[in-house]
């Protein structure tokens, strides 16, 4: 599927960033999506426009519809509050999109959930590495991934 087309360009961590990239990544128009999306008035390109662009913020609602279009998890797409430690794992994983050449090693104490969050997000990263799987996925990895509360 990737193959075929280049890599989506990850502009920023921003909602309509990300949104942007898993539509490209998944072969999708804004028409497409919107259509989906149920829009009905003559210029649906322009909602997601202003999603993608960050002029206008979905609704959890339309978030939640967007996330299941593109089959992606909702925490994938969602709007992060940086100071929930459950956003901060997705924000990381994005990051790696953003600077793909940083890398980047956390070690925390304790046996936690985010701790093995970050083990098997590793183990996944190896396994791209090692190419036991593929960059795409990789990435359907990333974005359907749930990450369990850990507060």
Known sequence: MLSLRSKPELKDLSQGSRIAYVRYYRGMTQHQV??????QHDNKRRIMT??????????????REIAKILNVSYSSIKQYDFKDINDI???LMWMEELYPNFGFRMDL???NK??????EWNNMKVMRNNKSISYEQYLDWKLSYEFDDCR
Do not use: C, H, Q, W
């Open 109 to 111: 104490p304790n046996n």
């Open 34 to 39: 919107a259509d989906m999306l149920g829009v």
């Open 89 to 91: 794992f997705y924000i």
């Open 114 to 119: 985010f701790n093995n969050a970050l083990l």
């Open 50 to 63: 202003r999603y993608e662009k960050g002029n206008r913020n979905p609704k959890e609602s339309r978030t």
